[in-house]
């Protein structure tokens, strides 16, 4: 069963590279963001506020810790895929996601002081030159140049948001419950999302709601926002964190095939080719940081 979680959880994730992208003339980044949340946070409340409530005191002692996950993993991470998939495909956002594990291995060892081996150095730079390859479409003079796409900037401020918000979870305290900390995070992302979204639409014409795109925020606030988090949780607490952490790799698999079958976006070498270094360059990174065999 966790396995079948876990897989949920990536194909949630890539559904919303693919809505989002669908959808991005439809809805300005900011507000895609805040109201997905918006929901999310009314779909969480009955069952988060009751534990919230008997944690405030905890809520209060850590409130600057909690704002700092909120502003990383709800705020920025959410509105910066959003602003990048204005302009880039979901192929290349979910493609790009695949650097996160190695993102989050070189600031572990930057921030947390981790050792880093010659392995997983090699894992590394291996990895980011698929995401080279994948942001300068192939093109080496474009590399050159650092002419690439806007839209991939973005997705790559939203993959170092959420290395950053991965590395910070290492200091959450003990005794803050699960549904407390979903419940805190989401709803302070609301409120710091809400100034933003009232500015982005101030010179704009009213959002007008109709069956696609309340489809679109009902999806995104449903599944990769609640489900996702409580199926992550399930697995994790069966197989373990970095068994566990393998699976966001399948992100690119389904964001080809979902990419392929809803927008028409077709694949070129250039992202088999990139997708083909960040796989191998995971693998070394993840392979050479096992112990030897006994």
Not at 17 to 45: D, G, K, N, Q
Not at 234 to 249: N, P, Q, S, T, Y
Request: proline share 4%; charged share 10%; net charge positive.
């Amino acid at each position: 069963m966790a396995y079948l979680l876990l897989v949920l959880t990536t194909l949630f994730w890539s559904g919303n590279f693919v809505l989002a992208r669908a959808m991005h003339l439809e809805m300005p980044p900011v507000s895609m963001a805040f109201w997905r949340w918006f929901v999310a946070l009314l779909i969480l409340l009955p069952w988060v506020l009751p534990t919230m409530w008997r944690q405030h005191q905890l809520i209060k002692t850590h409130f600057p810790y909690l704002l700092l996950l909120a502003v990383l993993g709800v705020a920025n991470f959410n509105t910066f895929v959003y602003q990048g998939l204005q302009i880039t495909t979901a192929l290349n956002a979910a493609l790009l996601q695949s650097a996160i594990p190695i993102v989050i291995l070189v600031l572990s060892s930057l921030v947390l002081k981790l050792k880093v081996t010659i392995g997983q150095c090699l894992g590394i730079m291996v990895s980011m030159s698929g995401v080279f390859t994948i942001v300068s479409q192939g093109n080496l003079d474009t590399l050159l140049q650092l002419q690439i796409n806007r839209g991939d900037a973005w997705i790559l401020g939203a993959v170092l948001t959420w290395a950053l918000y991965s590395i910070a979870l290492k200091w959450r305290p003990e005794n803050l419950q699960s549904n407390t900390l979903l419940g805190v995070t989401v709803l302070m992302g609301v409120l710091v999302l809400l100034p933003f979204y009232l500015w982005e639409q101030k010179d704009l014409p009213a959002i007008q709601w109709h069956q696609d795109n309340l489809l679109m925020i009902g999806y995104m606030a449903l599944f990769p926002s609640v489900l996702a988090y409580f199926f992550w949780n399930r697995g994790v607490a069966e197989l373990g964190a970095a068994k566990a952490g393998l699976f966001i790799h399948l992100m690119p698999v389904f964001g080809l095939i979902l990419s392929v079958i809803f927008l028409g976006e077709s694949v070129r070498a250039f992202h088999l080719l990139g997708i083909g270094l960040i796989f191998s360059g995971i693998y070394l990174a993840t392979k050479m940081a096992m112990p030897p065999k006994k």
